[in-house]
C-alpha cells in the first residue's frame, strides 16, 4: 500500500471516528471541529472554549430545547466572555434558585429563524445602518457593523463582537461572540 493510500485510509478512519465528514463548511471553534450535521448541543459541548455556556444551558434546562428541530440563530458567549461579567455573577446564576433569571439571559441570546452573517448585513444595510431583532426572550438586540466587523447591542447598551460567524448546525446557526449579551 502506497503512503498516499494508507494517509487517504487514516484520513477516512479518523472523519468516521469523529461523527462526520470535514466539509468546507466545518468550522473550528474551541478547538473542536463544528459539524453542520450535528445540533447546536452535540457540537457547543465539543469546544473548550464554551464549558460555561454548556454548563449554564444545562443548568437552565435547555438542552432539550437546543437540540430540537430550530431552526435557531445563537450568539454564544465565550468563557472568557463570562469572565467580564462582575465576580461572582456566573456562580449565582447558576444556583437552582435562580434558574429562571440564567434562563432569561441565555434565551436572550438566542433569535428564532437561522441567520447567516450575510443575512444579518443584509438587514443592516437595508435598515441603513442598524437591524434590530427580536430574541426567544422577548427582549432586543441591535446589529451594526464596524468596518468589516459585525456588533450585537444589548437592551442595556453592551456590545458584543462577533468573533466567529456561521458555525453551521443542524438546527440553525451560531455566531460566537466575545461578551455577555444582557436585558433590561
Known amino acids: 500500500m502506497t503512503t498516499s ?24 471553534v ?17 469546544s473548550k472554549d464554551h464549558t460555561t455556556l454548556v454548563a449554564a444551558v444545562k443548568a437552565a434546562g435547555l438542552v432539550e430545547t437546543l437540540s430540537g428541530k430550530g ?16 465576580k461572582g455573577t ?20 438566542v433569535v428564532a429563524g437561522k441567520w447567516s452573517s450575510a443575512d ?11 437591524y ?13 457593523m464596524d468596518g468589516k466587523d459585525l456588533w450585537v447591542i444589548d437592551e442595556k447598551g453592551g456590545k458584543a463582537k462577533v468573533t466567529i460567524a456561521d458555525v453551521n448546525q443542524s438546527n440553525g446557526v451560531i455566531h460566537v461572540v466575545d461578551t455577555v449579551l444582557m436585558p433590561k
Do not use: C, R
Not at 493510500?5 to 473550528?28: C, D, N, S
Not at 474551541?30 to 465539543?46: D, H, Q, R, S
Not at 444579518?120 to 442598524?130: D, P, R, V
Open 90 to 109: 456566573v456562580e449565582t446564576l447558576l444556583k437552582p434558585e435562580n434558574k429562571k433569571m440564567l434562563t432569561t439571559v441565555l434565551t436572550y441570546h
Open 132 to 144: 434590530e431583532a427580536t430574541t426567544v426572550q422577548g427582549g432586543k438586540l441591535w446589529f451594526k
Open 71 to 86: 431552526p435557531f440563530t445563537v450568539f454564544a458567549p465565550t468563557n472568557a466572555a463570562f469572565d467580564k461579567l462582575p
Open 30 to 46: 474551541g478547538g473542536a471541529a463544528m459539524y453542520p450535521n450535528k445540533n447546536i448541543i452535540e457540537n457547543a459541548v465539543n
Open 5 to 28: 493510500k494508507i494517509l487517504a485510509t487514516a484520513l477516512v478512519v479518523f472523519t468516521m471516528l469523529m461523527g462526520g465528514a470535514v466539509t468546507a463548511q466545518t468550522k473550528m
Open 120 to 130: 444579518i448585513m443584509a438587514a443592516i444595510k437595508k435598515g441603513k445602518g442598524s
